[in-house]
Protein backbone atom coordinates (compact mmCIF):
# COMPACT_ATOMS: atom_id res chain seq x y z
CA UNK A 1 0.00 0.00 0.00
CA UNK A 2 1.83 3.39 -1.29
CA UNK A 3 1.72 5.78 1.52
CA UNK A 4 2.90 9.81 1.12
CA UNK A 5 2.31 11.27 4.65
CA UNK A 6 3.02 15.07 4.81
CA UNK A 7 4.60 17.18 8.03
CA UNK A 8 5.61 19.96 8.91
CA UNK A 9 2.71 22.82 8.42
CA UNK A 10 1.45 25.45 10.55
CA UNK A 11 1.18 28.98 11.15
CA UNK A 12 3.98 31.64 10.44
CA UNK A 13 4.09 35.30 10.50
CA UNK A 14 5.53 36.40 7.02
CA UNK A 15 8.77 36.49 6.85
CA UNK A 16 9.09 33.45 8.54
CA UNK A 17 10.52 29.70 7.85
CA UNK A 18 8.48 26.38 7.42
CA UNK A 19 10.36 23.24 6.67
CA UNK A 20 7.57 20.60 5.22
CA UNK A 21 8.32 16.85 4.90
CA UNK A 22 6.57 14.47 3.12
CA UNK A 23 7.22 10.64 4.11
CA UNK A 24 6.70 7.89 1.54
CA UNK A 25 6.44 4.31 2.01
CA UNK A 26 4.93 1.57 -0.29
CA UNK A 27 7.22 1.98 -3.60
CA UNK A 28 10.91 1.88 -4.84
CA UNK A 29 11.45 5.72 -3.69
CA UNK A 30 14.57 6.03 -5.69
CA UNK A 31 12.42 4.94 -8.43
CA UNK A 32 10.22 8.11 -8.43
CA UNK A 33 10.78 11.89 -9.34
CA UNK A 34 8.73 13.92 -6.46
CA UNK A 35 7.10 17.00 -6.35
CA UNK A 36 4.93 19.48 -4.43
CA UNK A 37 1.85 21.08 -5.19
CA UNK A 38 -0.17 23.54 -3.36
CA UNK A 39 -4.39 24.67 -3.23
CA UNK A 40 -4.93 27.94 -1.89
CA UNK A 41 -8.75 28.34 -1.18
CA UNK A 42 -10.90 29.37 -4.15
CA UNK A 43 -7.81 28.33 -6.26
CA UNK A 44 -6.58 25.69 -8.51
CA UNK A 45 -3.90 23.42 -7.57
CA UNK A 46 -0.04 24.44 -8.65
CA UNK A 47 2.68 23.24 -8.77
CA UNK A 48 5.45 24.26 -6.83
CA UNK A 49 8.67 22.21 -7.17
CA UNK A 50 10.11 18.98 -7.88
CA UNK A 51 12.71 16.89 -7.56
CA UNK A 52 14.40 14.03 -9.81
CA UNK A 53 15.06 10.88 -8.87
CA UNK A 54 18.32 11.16 -7.06
CA UNK A 55 18.41 14.85 -6.57
CA UNK A 56 20.60 15.90 -9.51
CA UNK A 57 17.59 17.91 -11.10
CA UNK A 58 15.12 20.66 -9.09
CA UNK A 59 12.40 22.48 -10.84
CA UNK A 60 10.69 25.60 -9.17
CA UNK A 61 7.30 27.82 -9.91
CA UNK A 62 8.60 31.57 -10.39
CA UNK A 63 6.50 32.35 -7.65
CA UNK A 64 8.90 30.68 -4.65
CA UNK A 65 12.15 30.47 -6.53
CA UNK A 66 14.99 31.75 -4.39
CA UNK A 67 12.53 31.17 -1.29
CA UNK A 68 11.70 27.91 -1.35
CA UNK A 69 14.47 24.49 -1.57
CA UNK A 70 13.57 20.90 -2.79
CA UNK A 71 15.23 18.15 -1.50
CA UNK A 72 14.98 14.41 -0.79
CA UNK A 73 16.68 11.82 1.13
CA UNK A 74 16.65 8.46 -0.64
CA UNK A 75 17.83 6.64 2.53
CA UNK A 76 14.80 8.06 4.36
CA UNK A 77 12.08 8.10 1.56
CA UNK A 78 11.65 11.27 2.67
CA UNK A 79 11.61 14.86 0.43
CA UNK A 80 11.21 18.08 1.74
CA UNK A 81 10.16 21.40 1.22
CA UNK A 82 12.16 24.09 3.02
CA UNK A 83 10.24 27.51 2.82
CA UNK A 84 11.91 30.78 3.17
CA UNK A 85 10.79 34.42 3.78
CA UNK A 86 7.45 33.54 3.66
CA UNK A 87 4.49 35.48 2.64
CA UNK A 88 0.50 35.43 2.89
CA UNK A 89 0.29 34.57 -0.69
CA UNK A 90 1.96 31.41 0.40
CA UNK A 91 -0.92 30.15 2.29
CA UNK A 92 -2.44 27.11 1.20
CA UNK A 93 -2.79 23.38 1.48
CA UNK A 94 0.81 21.58 0.41
CA UNK A 95 0.63 18.23 -0.96
CA UNK A 96 3.31 16.09 -2.13
CA UNK A 97 3.24 13.37 -5.05
CA UNK A 98 4.84 10.76 -6.64
CA UNK A 99 5.92 10.64 -10.28
CA UNK A 100 7.16 7.16 -11.78
CA UNK A 101 10.35 7.85 -13.68
CA UNK A 102 9.40 8.58 -17.31
CA UNK A 103 6.00 9.00 -17.32
CA UNK A 104 3.73 11.79 -17.11
CA UNK A 105 1.60 12.72 -14.62
CA UNK A 106 1.47 12.03 -10.65
CA UNK A 107 -0.13 8.93 -9.59
CA UNK A 108 0.70 9.34 -5.87
CA UNK A 109 -0.84 12.23 -3.95
CA UNK A 110 -1.00 12.95 -0.03
CA UNK A 111 -3.61 14.08 1.93
CA UNK A 112 -1.58 17.33 2.47
CA UNK A 113 -0.73 19.68 5.00
CA UNK A 114 -1.75 23.56 5.72
CA UNK A 115 0.27 26.41 5.87
CA UNK A 116 -0.61 29.53 6.87
CA UNK A 117 1.42 32.71 6.67
CA UNK A 118 -0.08 35.93 8.65
CA UNK A 119 0.57 39.39 7.55
Known amino acids: QVQLVESGGGLVQAGGSLRLACAVS????????MGWFRQAPGKEREFVARISRYGVTTSYADSVKGRFTISRDNAKTTVYLQMNSLKPEDTAVYYCAATFAGTRGYRYWGPGTQVTVSS
Open 26 to 33: GLPFSSYA
